[in-house]
């Protein structure tokens, strides 16, 4: 087992969400998350997505602000950053994103509840990784930290990403109209504008820049946790959403890659 912070719990919770990471990052290459474009009826019962995406992604709010709250140092200026940046993240993915989904009326519903279930087991692990290391556990981060290298490098890292991802959200969200939505016609067209220009995925590529900036900014294993299941998680969806497009649309731009801007 890692010792890390010589709270056992937290270290053992660590450990298996570390180890989970990496049996994602191998079972994602052979079933892609059964949801949106990849829903499978071979996974069972299906949730419409904007309920399935706001249950998994309300435990990463609950469960933070639970361990953030019983902390020592919930009071003080470096972790106080940590829960402004953290409930802006969260209430755009586990509410605004869910809420304004454009999700044809009538649809069959396309959240796998395989998908949910595990989703909730990592926010919640998410949640409490990252609110008792800042507020109890991690290193007493002191008004110093805000003018660190790696503070001020990762907050300017996530907030860009964070910004890029709104963009390329909105821009596929307003590919469907209205009038579409209403008729219940699940329709998909080809995004363009913004970082679709270079990639098919680019809200995959600043999801992973975010976190990559987030964990800089906690310079902790909790970061370094969310960075890697959602690598593991979005790598493989950005290959196959990347042949889907290709394989759907034969004037796909050529040019475009799959995650990476003119390498992969
Ligand atoms: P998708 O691009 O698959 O879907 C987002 C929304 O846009 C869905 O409503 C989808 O409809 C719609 N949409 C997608 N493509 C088109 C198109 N070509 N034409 C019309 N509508 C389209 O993104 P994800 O749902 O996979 O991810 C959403 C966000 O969540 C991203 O920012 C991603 O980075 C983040 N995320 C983070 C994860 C992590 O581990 N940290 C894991 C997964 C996502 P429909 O549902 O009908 O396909």
């Known amino acids: 087992m890692l010792t890390y912070t010589g709270d056992a719990t937290y270290d053992l ?23 949106g474009r990849f829903a499978s009826p071979r996974f069972g019962v299906a949730l419409d997505p904007r309920l399935g ?3 998994m992604e309300l435990p990463a709010t609950l469960s933070f602000l639970y361990f953030y709250i019983r902390g020592p ?11 402004g940046m953290w409930l802006l993240h969260y209430g755009n993915r586990g509410f605004y ?28 692990m998410h949640g409490y990784l990252h609110a008792d290391f800042i507020s109890r556990l991690g290193p007493q981060y002191g008004p110093e930290w805000l003018t660190d290298p790696r503070f001020l490098v990762g907050f300017v890292v996530y907030y860009i990403s964070f910004g890029l991802t709104l963009h390329s959200d909105s821009i596929l969200r307003n590919l469907r109209t209205r009038a579409e939505i209403d008729s219940g016609e699940r329709i998909y067209r080809i995004p363009r504008g913004g970082l679709f220009q270079w990639v098919t995925n680019p809200s995959y590529l ?19 946790f969310i960075f890697a299941i959602s690598a593991a998680n979005l790598v493989p969806r950005a290959f196959a959403t990347h042949a889907w497009y290709r394989e759907k649309f034969p004037d796909y731009p050529v040019e475009r890659r799959a995650l990476i801007p003119f390498i992969l």
Request: charged share 5%; net charge positive.
């Open 13 to 35: 919770v660590l450990s298996i969400a570390l180890g989970f990471a990496l049996f994602v990052a191998v079972a994602a290459w052979f079933v892609p998350s059964p949801y």
């Open 206 to 224: 600043t999801e992973l820049t975010g976190w990559a900036g987030f964990a800089l900014c906690t310079w902790s294993l909790a970061g370094v």
């Open 97 to 124: 994103f869910p809420l304004s989904m454009r999700v044809p009326k009538g649809q069959r519903s396309s959240f796998g509840l395989l998908v949910v279930g595990t989703g909730v087991l990592v926010t919640t």
């Open 53 to 55: 995406w706001f249950l």
């Open 73 to 83: 140092h919930r009071g003080e200026l470096v972790p106080l950053v940590f829960l």
